[in-house]
């Protein structure tokens, strides 16, 4: 056991969208990504997400509003719920927390889904 530094591990992080893996909790990943501009509509069947937000204002929406998560709060969204994560052109920084199997971008495949998680 040993302490994680958060800023370290979003220094290191390249890719716009991309999750990187630093932990394990229970049947849960601990997740980072740097996000930016607009992502996919999709949901997840059979999961619940939590998206707790490091740095920046993230934008979420949904099919009938939208909201906004600004540094130190937290969303969740329940599973079966389609969303769109977006920013208004800042750099935002999260940390997912989400059940081992949940896929990036639901059962939608497409060019910016990741399918294998890398550890940072």
Same mark, same amino acid.
């Given at each position: 056991?040993?302490?994680?530094?958060?800023?370290?591990?979003?220094?290191?992080?390249?890719?716009?969208?991309?999750?990187?893996?630093?932990?394990?909790?229970?049947?849960?990943?601990?997740?980072?990504?740097?996000?930016?501009?607009?992502?996919?509509?999709?949901?997840?069947?059979?999961?619940? @997400?939590?998206?707790?937000?490091?740095?920046?204002? %993230?934008?979420?929406?949904? *099919?009938?509003?939208?909201?906004?998560?600004?540094?130190? @709060?937290?969303?969740?969204?329940?599973?079966?719920?389609?969303? *769109?994560? *977006?920013?208004?052109? @800042?750099?935002?920084?999260?940390?997912?927390?989400?059940?081992?199997?949940?896929?990036?971008?639901?059962?939608?495949?497409?060019?910016?889904?990741?399918?294998? %998680?890398?550890?940072?």
């Amino acid at each position: 056991m040993s302490p994680i530094n958060i800023e370290e591990k979003f220094a290191a992080i390249k890719e716009y969208w991309h999750p990187y893996l630093i932990g394990e909790l229970n049947e849960n990943y601990l997740k980072l990504a740097k996000v930016k501009d607009e992502f996919v509509w999709h949901k997840h069947d059979h999961e619940d @997400e939590l998206f707790i937000i490091y740095k920046g204002t %993230l934008i979420m929406d949904f *099919r009938d509003k939208t909201v906004e998560v600004k540094t130190a @709060e937290i969303l969740l969204v329940p599973k079966g719920v389609e969303h *769109r994560p *977006r920013t208004n052109g @800042e750099d935002v920084h999260i940390m997912l927390v989400e059940p081992k199997q949940t896929k990036h971008t639901g059962e939608l495949v497409m060019e910016k889904t990741v399918t294998q %998680l890398d550890w940072l």
